[in-house]
């Protein structure tokens, strides 16, 4: 059974872009949510949905969004990007609310 | 103040040496906690869910004390393959739905 995956694995953007970034969670897991990890830190929460609908929103800026599909897999959009957007950002799936999750291998982020 | 609070080490301890990780966190209506093993340059993995009774998985014992907001990770007889980055990791709903609120993380090296 396959775990969470993302895509892409790598991404090189420069400062101003935009960004998409996809998550399908394990098969039967209806909740996603995405972190941000930047180097030497550990993941900060950026958003939670459960069946399509977002239930969390961390501390991050409005450039930040994403969406959840009917088939449960999600994006993560970040426009306008800054440097310091930099990071490892996290997928990670979980049968519900309120149970432990599993993350996705992540996508690295580098902003030049 | 931050809402969990780690030791970030690093701990270099000798193989067969008993290791022990601390953890405060913030909010007292906190409902989850865990901890995650995270290696470089990899997603965390779950390693253990942390109750208020304690409980032992093999080698690890985590330890839960409300009163003091306080989560415990203690690893025996370490072994090489323990080398990694250990996250205290507290589930709530500040934010709205159900995140994860992730220490910085605690770097173990075990050295033969």
């Known amino acids: 059974d396959a775990g969470v995956t993302q895509s892409p694995t790598h991404l090189i953007k420069t400062r101003g872009q935009q960004v998409t970034l996809r998550c399908s969670p394990i098969s039967g897991h209806k909740s996603v949510s995405w972190y941000q990890q930047v180097l030497g830190q550990g993941p900060q929460f950026i958003f939670q949905y459960y069946e399509k609908e977002e239930r969390g929103r961390g501390n991050f800026p409005d450039r930040f969004s994403a969406r959840q599909f009917p088939n449960y897999s999600s994006e993560l959009n970040v426009n306008a990007l800054l440097l310091g957007d930099s990071a490892l950002y996290l997928c990670?799936?979980?049968?519900?609310?309120?149970?432990?999750?599993?993350f996705g291998s992540g996508t690295r982020l580098t902003v030049v | 103040r931050k809402e969990v609070e780690q030791d970030p080490g690093p701990f270099n301890v000798p193989e067969g040496a008993t290791v022990a990780f601390n953890c405060t966190y913030s909010?007292?209506?906190?409902?989850?906690f865990f901890w995650y093993r995270q290696d470089c340059r990899k997603e965390p993995k779950l390693l253990m869910s942390v109750y208020s009774s304690g409980n032992e998985d093999g080698r690890f014992t985590a330890q839960l004390n409300r009163a003091s907001q306080y989560i415990s990770l203690l690893i025996r007889d370490s072994k090489l393959s323990d080398s990694a980055t250990y996250l205290c990791v507290v589930n709530d709903d500040r934010a709205g739905g159900n995140q994860f609120y992730f220490g910085t993380g605690t770097s173990l090296t075990v050295i033969p």
């Open positions: 909010n007292s209506a906190s409902q989850s």
């Open positions: 990670a799936s979980s049968l519900a609310n309120g149970v432990g999750y599993t």
